[in-house]
């Protein structure tokens, strides 16, 4: 499914492991909730998704895409987009506002490296990290290994029900990059999780 005005920001999920609710075909364009922020781009940067999972119960899945760029309107576009996650989707609730929730994607900043520099990497600190409501299941930290343009870790997933652990391909020890030809300024980034006890 993509996220509306946004048909190249999109999620997929394994049927082996769940489907996306009310989506009964393979793709729905534009089937993920999400808003635009005002005056920060076309379409919706943040979607969410309720996954009906195979064994019973259901995920919610928020897939990030913040906006490109250091600027100071695009820090704070971003400061709105992770809003968006974490306090009101635009519909009166987090995107991440089920009993289990799955955050990830590209946020465009480093919140390891780049709190102090960019609000928008400091506001994902507010919600995530020791003690707070979700953990990062990525690496984070000016000693994560960097996985976009070897300098930042701008691809994460964060959970409040779920940990494990990630690689990512050409970076991390033991896991070759994928191809030899680069296509992408990001390493793909592969992570095994294990749904908490509570």
Not at 175 to 184: C, E, G, L, R, S
Request: aromatic share 8%.
């Amino acid at each position: 499914m993509c996220q509306p005005g946004k048909p190249d920001k999109c999620a997929a999920v394994n049927r082996n492991f769940g489907s996306f609710k009310d989506c009964d075909d393979d793709f729905c364009l534009e089937g993920l909730e999400g808003y635009r922020v005002e005056d920060c781009g076309k379409g919706a940067r943040i979607g969410r998704g309720t996954i009906e999972l195979v064994n019973g119960g259901e995920l919610t899945l928020v897939n990030v895409h913040g906006s490109s760029g250091f600027e100071e309107d695009v820090k704070e576009c971003r400061v709105k987009q992770f809003e968006q996650v974490f306090v009101d989707l635009g519909d009166g609730q987090p995107g991440a506002n089920g009993s289990r929730n799955l955050v990830m994607g590209d946020f465009n900043t480093d919140p390891g490296r780049l709190a102090e520099s960019d609000a928008s990497a400091a506001r994902v600190l507010d919600f995530a990290g020791e003690n707070k409501p979700f953990d990062f299941i990525t690496d984070i930290g000016e000693d994560a290994p960097a996985t976009y343009a070897t300098l930042f870790n701008i691809d994460h997933v964060l959970s409040d029900s779920f940990t494990g652990t990630c690689w990512a391909a050409g970076v991390t020890e033991g896991h070759p990059d994928i191809i030899d030809a680069i296509y992408f300024d990001h390493k793909p980034v592969v992570c095994t999780l294990e749904a908490l006890e509570r």
